[in-house]
C-alpha cells in the first residue's frame, strides 16, 4: 500500500514570498504519478500540478513548479510570487498506473497554506 | 475543459433514509469515476472506484450494500448512501477520468447531513 505523508499542516507567508511545501511517500512501484491538488474554502479540488515518475524533468505551471527527488520519494511544491488566491488546502496525492488509465488517488493530510497581504 | 458536476450539493435527511447523489461529467465522456470521502479537517479517502458497464470496486472497510454505486453511461455515476444514520455525514466527492488518462477532475462535491 502507498502512503503520502504531508508533516506542515499549516503554513503563513506574505503576499508575494516564495513558499515550499512538502510531501514525501512511500511506495514499491517503479511508475506511477503524482499530483498537487488545491482546495480552496468552496472545497472544489483544483489541480494544480502532476508529474510523471518516468520523467526526469521536473514539471512546472507557470508560479508553479515541483522538485521531483524519485529516489529519496519526495515531491516538494514550491509557488513563486505568492498571491491572496493561493490561500487554500494544498493536497499532495500518489496515483500508481491502472492498465492505461486512471486509478484512485492516494491523498496526504494536507497543508493549509495562508498568504497575508 | 474537464467539467464535473455533482448533484444535490448538499442534502440533509432523516437516519433511516436513502439519498442519492449523482456525478456528472458535462463535457468528456468517464470510463471511470471515483468516490471519495472527506471529514471536516481531514484529507480526502477513496472509497470505491466505478467502471462503467461493470461493478464497482470498493476499498477495504467500505461496505457495499450501504454505499451502492451504479455508473449506467460514460457520463452518468450515482451514489445511493441507503440507510443512511448519523455517521454517515460527510463530505462525498466524485471525479471522473477520461479514457486512457491519467487525470482527475473532481465534482464540487456534495455535502450531507443526516439528522
Known amino acids: 500500500a502507498q502512503t503520502v505523508t504531508q508533516s506542515q499542516p499549516e503554513m503563513s507567508v506574505q503576499e508575494a514570498e516564495t513558499v515550499t511545501l512538502s510531501c514525501t511517500y512511500d511506495?514499491?512501484?517503479?511508475?506511477?504519478?503524482l499530483f498537487w491538488y488545491k482546495q480552496p474554502p468552496s472545497r472544489q479540488m483544483i489541480l494544480v500540478i502532476r508529474?510523471?515518475?518516468?520523467?526526469?524533468q521536473n514539471a512546472t505551471e507557470n508560479r508553479f513548479s515541483v522538485n521531483f527527488q524519485k529516489a529519496a520519494k519526495s515531491f516538494s511544491l514550491k509557488i513563486s510570487d505568492s498571491q491572496l488566491g493561493d490561500t487554500a488546502m494544498y493536497f499532495c496525492?500518489?496515483?500508481?498506473?491502472?492498465?492505461?488509465?486512471?486509478?484512485?488517488?492516494?491523498f496526504g493530510k494536507g497543508t493549509h497554506l495562508i498568504i497575508q497581504p | 475543459g474537464a467539467v464535473v458536476s455533482q448533484h444535490p450539493s448538499r442534502v440533509i435527511c432523516k437516519s433511516g433514509t436513502s439519498v442519492k447523489i449523482e456525478c456528472r461529467s458535462l463535457?468528456?465522456?468517464?470510463?471511470?469515476m471515483f468516490w471519495y470521502r472527506q471529514f471536516p479537517k481531514q484529507s480526502l479517502m477513496l472509497m470505491a472506484t466505478?467502471?462503467?458497464?461493470?461493478?464497482?470496486?470498493?476499498e477495504q472497510g467500505v461496505e457495499k450494500d450501504k454505499f451502492l454505486i451504479n455508473h449506467a453511461s460514460l457520463t452518468l455515476s450515482t451514489l445511493t448512501v441507503t440507510s443512511a444514520h448519523p455517521e454517515d455525514s460527510s463530505f462525498y466527492i466524485c471525479?471522473?477520468?477520461?479514457?486512457?488518462?491519467?487525470?482527475?477532475?473532481f465534482g464540487p462535491g456534495t455535502r450531507l447531513l443526516v439528522l
Open positions: 471525479s471522473a477520468s477520461r479514457p486512457q488518462g491519467e487525470t482527475q477532475y
Open positions: 511506495t514499491s512501484e517503479s511508475n506511477y504519478y
Open positions: 508529474q510523471e515518475a518516468y520523467k526526469q
Open positions: 496525492a500518489f496515483m500508481k498506473p491502472s492498465g492505461g488509465g486512471a486509478d484512485g488517488l492516494t
Open positions: 463535457d468528456f465522456q468517464a470510463t471511470t
Open positions: 466505478s467502471n462503467e458497464g461493470s461493478k464497482a470496486t470498493y
